[in-house]
């Protein structure tokens, strides 16, 4: 079993920050991208931003230059560092990884449960 197990969410006003973490645990082998998602009420989950094993990232859109993801291949985490938050920015954010369990399996991608960001005044 592998899991991933986020944080850092919480209620914040515009223009203030952020900083989501995610680890992951379990049964695994290696670890190669991770990334985050993120879907808000009434439309389809969209790639936040994602990272790949050797550290090289990519955003989306919704990024905007406002946000920077990272990770630390040692605790198995990938982080996101949110700044000038928008209302738009409102959404569950997932975390994603892509695991092989042992050394004979595929790469496959898990979720893990989601956390809550509000951007409200």
């Known amino acids: 079993q592998v899991q991933l197990v986020e944080s850092g969410g919480g209620l914040v006003q515009p223009g203030e920050s952020l900083r989501l973490s995610c680890a992951a645990s379990g049964s695994i082998f290696s670890i190669g991208a991770m990334g985050w998602y993120r879907q808000a009420p009434g439309k389809q989950r969209e790639l936040v931003a994602d990272?790949?094993?050797?550290?090289?990232?990519t955003y989306g859109d919704s990024a905007e230059g406002r946000f920077t993801i990272s990770r630390d291949n040692a605790k198995r985490t990938v982080y996101l560092q949110m700044n000038s938050l928008k209302p738009e920015d409102t959404a569950v954010y997932y975390c994603k990884a892509l695991v092989r369990v042992d050394q004979n399996s595929y790469y496959y991608g898990y979720w893990g449960q989601g956390t809550q960001v509000t951007v409200s005044s």
């Open positions: 990272i790949t094993s050797s550290g090289t990232p």
